[in-house]
């Protein structure tokens, strides 16, 4: 995400908390940590996190909680992805919840919290409005953890497995014919079922499932399109086929889903 240049910038700043939006990301192949904890927000795209010895998919409207001193990096086989991304210094009494890396979806309440913050953006200058706007995101993540949905993808360290899945999340609403995938992978489907079983916990079609449930989530969340639209434009051919995926992951209908946002 940075380079070893901006590391230290970053860390050299004598401000407590950081605003560092970003409309055109470029990523740098390496691992790297910071002194600051980070909160990083993605607003377009999506992003492969590389952690301790664990790979995680980062999707658009999804969040990352990065504890400090982390070695991280992160990958991207879009040619942008659109960040938003606060820097914290931590105080030592901090309790453990933000020493553990955190993915999840990120609640309206955040999400308007995060825009706002955009104003102070690569600002040096510290100003009380500003460290006292943060320092209110700081102290509610545990809360906004906790009324988040968590659907977390695992990304496979192989590397033919690793191609499947960036196709799988880059063609999520074409119709999937897995034998024929596998062969294009120079695998069996046998061998990409293994792998994808070993690597991930789950089978193919269920990664699929939930790559198109997480995008469903951001689209529903937007509220700019019908749940029938929202169906079709995430690869189900019928309104019920979606709506009996969406319950199977979540317990909940689309529609309720709908509505909770807007209650």
């Known amino acids: ?49 590389f952690v301790d010895d664990e790979v995680f998919l980062l999707p658009q409207n999804h969040a990352v909680w990065i504890p400090t ?21 931590l105080e030592d009494d901090k309790e453990d919840f933000y020493n ?8 309206t309440v ?8 955009s104003k102070w953006s690569k600002q040096e200058e510290e ?5 006292l706007f943060l320092k209110a995101i700081l102290y509610e993540m545990p809360s906004f953890w906790t009324s988040s949905m968590k659907l977390g993808l695992t990304v496979p360290k192989d590397d ?14 074409s119709t999937i014919l897995f034998e024929e995938l596998a062969q294009n992978y120079s695998m069996s489907l046998r061998t990409m079922e293994r792998l994808f079983k070993k690597e991930t916990g789950l089978t ?32 189900y051919k019928s309104l019920q086929a979606f709506s ?8 909940v209908r689309p529609n309720e889903f709908v509505n909770s946002i807007k209650s």
């Open 1 to 49: 995400m940075y380079n070893s240049q901006e590391h230290s910038i970053l860390d050299s700043i004598p401000k407590k908390y950081y605003v560092w939006y970003e409309d055109d990301w470029k990523h740098e192949d390496e691992f790297h940590s910071h002194q600051r904890a980070q909160l990083a927000y993605v607003a377009e795209g999506y992003q492969h996190l």
């Open 160 to 173: 033919r497995l690793y191609a499947v899945c960036v196709f799988l999340q880059e063609n999520f609403s």
């Open 127 to 131: 100003k009380f409005e500003e460290q």
């Open 110 to 117: 955040l999400k308007e919290m995060l825009f706002y913050a």
């Open 100 to 107: 553990e890396v955190r993915i999840f979806s990120v609640p």
């Open 204 to 235: 193919a079609s269920k990664y699929l499932q939930l790559i198109r449930i997480i995008r469903s989530i951001e689209f529903l969340g937007e509220q700019k399109i019908t749940i029938a639209e929202v169906a079709y434009k995430v690869g």
């Open 244 to 251: 009996n995926s969406f319950y199977q992951l979540l317990q």
């Open 69 to 89: 001193n982390k070695l991280h990096k992160t990958k991207t086989t879009l040619e942008s992805i659109r960040l938003m991304t606060i820097f914290f210094e």
